[in-house]
DNA sequence: ACATTGTTGCAACCCAGTTGCATTAATTTT
DNA sequence: AAAATTAATGCAACTGGGTTGCAACAATGT
């Protein structure tokens, strides 16, 4: 079951969602956040808003969840991915504009892709 | 620092690999081995093979870790990447066998890329 | 205002993965 | 072949992301 009611923390979430650019794990969300909340709070609101269909989810190298506000995948029909990124010098995530299209396995019901880049960010490099 | 010396243990973890032909965790790696592993000596073992190239790894949905042996990316210049797909009803992992090329971005040096499908596999749909 | 029920905080818990250290075993040197 | 060297192993304790049960609280409908 996804989001009910309209609380304070939860529009706090989006907000923060909202002006951050780049994805954000529980813990930055957390860190984030003008008030204490409690991190059980953040983790259920996280997934309601999953379940809703208002944030995507996919795991980094050091298994750590990241969260994203959806970009209209919602349209349905296709299988949809805006790629990720992750810097192995400085771990920063961040997504990739350009849709990536890809070829769907007939083997399976296909429902999602997570598409994980890594390499180095442009300031790590220089 | 990658192997260093052929001990039984590897041998006995590089023959699991070889006889699976879908993605393995740590955990279902431990309980394949024929003899009893400690669990440390088995992720010291994992993380040897992939810094030597001889086995890949990527994050499941549920923050699990999987490894594969590397069926030829080794050649070096492309990204390659054969997909993942994670089955959401009966959590099993397997390769695709098809080869996935991908636009590389131009804004980060990107060593390489993970793609995981999720859905529902042939048997779980049935 | 009241009843209903979704949401929150808290504390305890789970589990994948890590780490420090003493012991063991593979490889090199003599 | 024996000794020396050092990588690999087992163990136990630990870390940290994420979950869960439950009582207290707060949003929503009447
Ligand atoms: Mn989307
Ligand atoms: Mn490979
Ligand atoms: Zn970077
Ligand atoms: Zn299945």
């Not at 009611?5 to 003008?34: C, G, I, N, Y």
């Not at 970009?71 to 991915?81: F, L």
């Not at 990739?96 to 892709?113: G, M, N, Y």
Request: aromatic share 6%; proline share 3%; glycine share 4%.
């Amino acid at each position: 079951m996804g989001v009910v009611r309209k609380t304070k923390h939860l529009e706090q979430v989006l907000r923060v969602f909202r002006q951050s650019s780049d994805p954000l794990s529980a813990r930055m969300l957390l860190d984030a956040l003008p008030n204490e909340v409690n991190k059980s709070t953040v983790y259920r609101m996280l997934d309601k808003l999953e379940d809703d269909g208002v944030i995507h989810s996919f795991m980094t190298l050091e298994h750590i969840r990241f969260y994203a506000l959806c970009k209209g995948c919602s349209s349905g029909q296709r299988v949809d991915s805006h790629a990720h990124f992750q810097c192995t010098s400085c771990k920063r995530v961040s997504c990739f504009s350009d849709e990536i299209v890809l070829p769907i396995p007939e083997k399976a019901r296909i429902t999602s892709v997570q598409v994980l880049f890594t390499g180095q960010c442009q300031s790590c490099l220089s």
